[in-house]
């Protein structure tokens, strides 16, 4: 099946067409929804094209690593349920789970976009724990791209819990005005390969025939925070320093829906 | 800087902390044929990174199901042994191994022909013995080599690197404490012949124009990394063919 899907999607893209009419590098439309879940400290809902994942912010507070005494976590986690896609499976995560969450981290924690020393209560004690947990509801293509927008969204509103310190507790149901400390907005961008030809935003389809893929996050003044080549496929030279000009272009596109 | 442990400086008068240049690579060692159990086998030796690589296949397919028509199925199972780091590691797998496996599956994978041994796995695993820094990259040297040895059809071995920035300074092959106080660190792999690149991950800070340069570095790298893997399958069929040649030698001498 896969093999009439490939010829077909690369014989599109040698014409810098695409089935659903879009050009070479125009994202699906996209659509967010801040705060969906009022349980969460944020949350945040994002589409793109028929792509939805729901991610959701939960804080607590616990004892930090030995290394970072005076520094809050962040812990990134992804669940591919089922629910999403006939191909996903339930059971512990598998390599796809496990690298969605760990890019859209790096992403997040190699930017220091949140300022995680402003998360610590009592050194070497006590520090917020930022959970982030990404959901995908429907897996049309490009899950990359919508977990990471949706968690900087989500970040972004998310306020802090009460602390009650005397009680050593977290009053869940308490929240504080407070916002999380955050210093800058990465932006994921993914682009696809099939057969030579490069586009951003894969459909699930294209995903399906892509020989390789390229993510890139970038902040707001160009500087890159995370890189990740997955698939069987390869780039050049050449085209890495081409998508590196592109993935900062489209980040500004996207950095609009945090506003 | 808040992390525990930081040297003060990681470059001390234009040199790294263990005397390096900025582009020069530790001491590398490959060797072929390592595991006689193994169908090929490697260790790949940088600086204090040690890593051995075992393939096995192209074998049947179990559980069936993952057998694929018209292609092998590659299996690529990356871990560090429990001793193997400054804090014991937990063995068996971890969020951080399961992500390396899969990122060294899609680096070696396209320099194999897969497509010519469909319903069969070929089963790559790797071990890191001796972590310090750049076990990815000397995890992908050490499993081409291996895959070589297997007798598996490939289009070009995959030589790999990481180079990164610490102290401000772009870097070649990090160790320890520049990966681990440095601002960004960039694995990187290719297919010499046709200087494709197979792996590309990068976390840090750095800018377009750096990144690019790191790519180049890089590149040089792995050409020097790829004539060793060269001479360490040389080295091990000459060895081999010296072997065979004795034993006909011999036989020979038997019937006079």
Redesign the interface.
């Known amino acids: 099946m896969i093999q009439t899907l490939k010829p077909f999607m690369a014989a599109l893209l040698a014409k810098q067409m695409r089935e659903d009419g879009r050009g070479v590098f125009d994202y699906r439309p996209i659509e967010i929804e801040v705060n969906p879940i009022p349980r969460a400290n944020g949350s945040a809902r994002v589409k793109i094209g028929a792509t939805e994942v729901l991610v959701g912010v939960k804080m607590d507070v616990a004892k930090p690593f030995p290394d970072t005494p005076d520094e809050g976590v962040l812990m990134v986690n992804a669940e591919l349920s089922p629910l999403a896609n006939p191909e996903f499976e339930s059971g512990p995560p598998g390599p796809a789970a496990v690298e969605l969450a760990r890019v859209v981290d790096r992403g997040i924690r190699e930017s220091h976009a949140i300022d995680v020393e402003k998360l610590c209560i009592v050194p070497k004690e006590k520090v917020w724990m930022i959970f982030v947990d990404i959901y995908p509801m429907n897996d049309d293509g490009n899950l990359l791209d919508a977990a990471a927008l949706a968690a900087m969204i989500a970040l972004k509103k998310a306020v802090i819990p009460k602390y009650d310190e005397k009680e050593g507790q977290v009053l869940h149901k308490e929240l504080t005005k407070e916002k999380l400390p955050m210093k800058a907005l990465p932006m994921l961008t993914t682009f696809g390969k099939i057969n030579g030809s490069i586009f951003v935003d894969p459909t699930r389809r294209e995903e399906k025939a892509l020989d390789s893929r390229l993510s890139i996050a970038t902040l707001e003044d160009g500087t890159v925070s995370a890189m990740q080549k997955g698939g069987f496929g390869t780039f050049t030279q050449k085209e890495i320093a081409e998508l590196l000009e592109l993935s900062a272009e489209k980040g500004k596109e996207l950095r609009k829906f945090l506003k | 800087m808040?992390?525990?442990?930081a040297p003060e400086k990681l470059i001390v008068n234009g040199k790294r902390l263990d005397g390096r240049k900025f582009d020069e690579l530790r001491e590398l060692k490959v060797k072929a044929g390592i595991i006689p159990n193994a169908d090929g086998s490697a260790e790949v030796t940088l600086g204090e990174t040690k890593v051995v690589a075992a393939v096995y296949g192209p074998r049947e397919v179990l559980p069936r199901h993952l057998s694929e028509p018209?292609r092998a199925y590659l299996n690529v199972i990356y871990t560090m042994i429990s001793f193997s780091t400054s804090e014991r590691v937990r063995p068996g797998p971890s969020?951080?191994s399961?992500?390396i496996?899969?990122?060294i599956k899609?680096a070696l994978?396209?320099a194999i022909f897969?497509e010519k041994y469909p319903k069969t796995k070929i089963d790559v695993y790797l071990e890191v013995t001796n972590a310090n820094a750049g076990t990815r990259t000397a995890a992908i040297n050490a499993a081409s080599v291996a895959l070589a040895d297997a007798g598996i059809e490939m289009r070009d071995l995959v030589a790999s690197v990481a180079a990164g920035k610490a102290d401000g300074e772009l870097l070649l092959d990090l160790f320890e404490p520049e990966d681990n106080f440095g601002e960004?660190d960039?694995p990187f792999a290719?297919?010499p012949r046709t200087?494709?690149?197979?792996?590309?991950?990068?976390?840090?800070?750095?800018?377009?124009d750096e990144?690019?340069r790191l790519?180049?570095m890089n590149?040089k790298a792995c050409e020097q990394i790829y004539e060793a893997q060269k001479a360490a399958l040389k080295e091990k069929f000459a060895t081999e063919k010296e072997a065979v040649q004795e034993t006909i030698e011999n036989s020979e001498g038997d019937k006079q």
Do not use: C, F, H, N
């Open positions: 808040t992390k525990v442990g018209d969020r951080r399961v992500e496996s899969k990122v899609d994978a396209p897969l960004a960039m290719m297919m200087k494709e690149i197979t792996l590309l991950q990068m976390d840090g800070e750095l800018s377009k990144i690019m790519v180049e590149t």
